[in-house]
């Protein structure tokens, strides 16, 4: 069960367009000039003024070697948002205020508990205590997917507040955090019911995890991927360390999970594995 509401996109067509020509090393003059598209089309879209036909987009697309099928879709406003649900455990989508956007936190629980698992932080307690469900009373173990004021800046709050044990309140390797203990490749955590498994992500910062939660004794249901900045609705986070890693790390994690797999993104909304497989941009 997912305790969620509609979310639009973190990213319109002309972000995608600006990380695509920034992946690609290329201007709007270079790509206007490598595609026939007018330069003062592109920048209409760059600028969120798009009247880009799907003729023209394919024709990006094949240049910025993105996907496009969903470079279309999202030109169009149409880009899918798959059905959420299937999972052997309750998620909570925490959704803050972050610019004129949203950051996402997550609590994951064995349905009926009140105790959960916390996924990211939020900027600081308050904006967690203002979307905080009040079936939860306790928070078992907190792991970040990366150090940033929107997604970390409440760790040490919440450790305090629910007397979260050091050795569980968990971080990428190679991240400053205080209140943090370094979480690895591959490494495991098992809270009852729940197993989390952590994955090395780097690309949008040095230090940056995904997250897989489980419920290995469950006879159905899949699993969620907590992407943080790699993985978006429609798009990937920006990459200010490694935009190769970046681009490494989402092929790898769309295709070492299986098709139903839920993400759960560090802003935006909820989409699944086989989704951003079809339709995702940067997945080609």
């Not at 935006?268 to 995702?280: A, K, M, Q, S």
Request: glycine share 12%; net charge negative; with cysteine.
């Amino acid at each position: 069960m997912i305790r969620t509401s509609p979310l639009p996109l973190e990213d319109e067509l002309g972000d995608v367009l600006e990380k695509g020509m920034r992946r690609a090393g290329l201007t709007e003059e270079a790509l206007a000039e490598a595609t026939g598209v007018a330069v003062a089309r592109i920048l209409d879209a760059v600028d969120y003024r798009s009247e880009l036909t799907c003729d023209e987009l394919r024709r990006i697309a094949g240049v910025l070697k993105l996907n496009e099928v969903g470079l279309c879709a999202l030109g169009l406003g149409k880009y899918p948002q798959p059905e959420i649900g299937g999972l052997p455990f309750c998620v909570w989508p925490l959704r803050m205020p972050h610019g004129i956007g949203v950051a996402n936190a997550y609590l994951v629980s064995e349905c009926g508990s009140n105790r959960a698992l916390l996924f990211d932080t939020g900027a600081g307690m308050d904006a967690l205590d203002a979307v905080w469900p009040g079936t939860i009373r306790q928070v078992d173990a907190v792991f970040l997917t990366h150090v940033e004021a929107e997604h970390a800046g409440g760790l040490c709050e919440v450790v305090a507040r629910f007397g979260v044990a050091p050795e569980h309140a968990l971080v990428p390797g190679g991240a400053v955090a205080p209140c943090g203990r370094p979480m690895g490749e591959g490494e495991r955590r098992a809270f009852g019911a729940l197993e989390v498994t952590a994955y090395s992500t780097p690309g949008h910062t040095a230090a940056h995890n995904c997250y897989v939660v489980r419920a290995p004794a469950a006879r159905s249901g899949g699993s969620l991927l907590i992407s943080g900045d790699l993985i978006f609705a429609g798009s990937v986070g920006r990459a200010f360390y490694s935009g190769d890693q970046l681009q490494a790390n989402l092929q790898r994690m769309l295709t070492v999970c299986l098709g139903n797999t839920v993400v759960a993104p560090g802003h935006g909304p909820l989409t699944t594995v086989e989704n951003e497989r079809r339709f995702n941009p940067f997945f080609v």
